[in-house]
């Protein structure tokens, strides 16, 4: 039997941490309640309120095991934040928790696996599969593929463990923009199925290359500031600017001062803020990469 009294004042007494209330408990990690902290610096810097938040811990396995129940759960958060108007920005962890004797022993996040190291895309000379770069992005439909998606999974489409770039090809496709490539691994933007797919449908690092370099279907081109984004448009992340790209995100909608809120996989997130300041994975070497998808007719949705 589930203690559940226990668990939800354990989820509370973490919540209140957001709201800069509280002391950290000997189950959160540092590097945990560091990006915790980093949050609620966030909350100040973009003159947000926290008016409340919410925990939803939802069980997916449990077992035991030497008087010891150990419990598998997804913690979906979600954050009722203030500016001009309300909003709410949400995420989910995959996390493993360990009972015995009324007394959580640890809790912890399962770890991220890295993407594939460094691949290299090739140049498709082909022109059996060249494509017209008439096809217009449709924004609003992937925006509104993004929100619908963002805390789920499309049975469509394969499962990564790592799902961030196989999210934002997806919310691309949804936008209108057409595969090329296949069968070439290294070639254009594609996929199968799980274990045949396109680099740059699966890789942040393989995407960074292809988005400005694609000569036919997606293209996008660098911009210097997230402001200058609009929605539909892609940051790419290097977390610890060595040069390997390893998370991008969608912008799903601005916040009051023009900055970008995103929508990501792996660790679902709706709405976040694009700075990643706030994540486990922000380190002081973090760089960017701002991507606006040429659609052919540049004009931005209002969210």
């Not at 309640?33 to 811990?57: C, E, T």
């Not at 949400?90 to 460094?118: G, K, V, W």
């Not at 217009?136 to 789920?152: L, Q, S």
Request: charged share 25%; with cysteine; glycine share 4%.
């Amino acid at each position: 039997m589930l203690n559940r009294d226990l668990i939800e004042n354990y989820v509370k007494e973490r919540l209140q941490l957001f709201f800069g209330e509280g002391q950290r408990s000997r189950l959160i990690q540092e590097k945990e309640f560091l990006a915790i902290q980093r949050k609620v610096d966030l909350f100040s810097q973009r003159n947000i309120s926290l008016v409340k938040a919410y925990g939803n811990l939802e069980v997916t396995h449990n077992w035991e095991e030497n008087d010891i129940t150990y419990l598998n759960y997804t913690l979906h958060t979600r954050y009722f934040l203030k500016q001009k108007d309300l909003y709410f920005e949400e995420d989910q962890q995959e996390r493993q928790m360990a009972i015995s004797n009324a007394e959580i022993l640890y809790d912890i996040e399962f770890p991220i696996e890295d993407e594939d190291e460094f691949f290299e895309i090739e140049e498709d000379t082909s022109m059996e599969e060249e494509l017209e770069r008439s096809n217009i992005y449709n924004r609003f439909n992937a925006v509104k593929y993004a929100e619908t998606w963002w805390d789920g999974h499309n049975s469509v489409y394969p499962l990564y463990a790592n799902d961030c770039t196989n999210f934002i090809s997806q919310c691309l496709r949804a936008g209108g923009f057409q595969m090329k490539g296949m069968p070439k691994v290294a070639v254009g933007w594609w996929y199968k199925n799980y274990s045949t797919s396109s680099y740059s449908w699966r890789v942040a690092h393989a995407l960074r290359k292809y988005l400005p370099g694609s000569q036919t279907g997606i293209k996008a081109e660098e911009v210097a500031n997230p402001k200058e984004l609009t929605l539909g448009d892609i940051i790419l992340y290097d977390f610890e600017g060595d040069g390997r790209w390893n998370h991008c995100t969608i912008v799903v909608a601005k916040d009051e001062n023009g900055e970008p809120l995103v929508n990501a996989h792996t660790q679902n997130s709706r709405k976040r803020y694009w700075s990643y300041y706030d994540s486990t994975a922000y380190t002081d070497n973090i760089t960017y990469k701002f991507f606006h998808i040429i659609d052919g007719l540049n004009n931005p949705i209002n969210d």
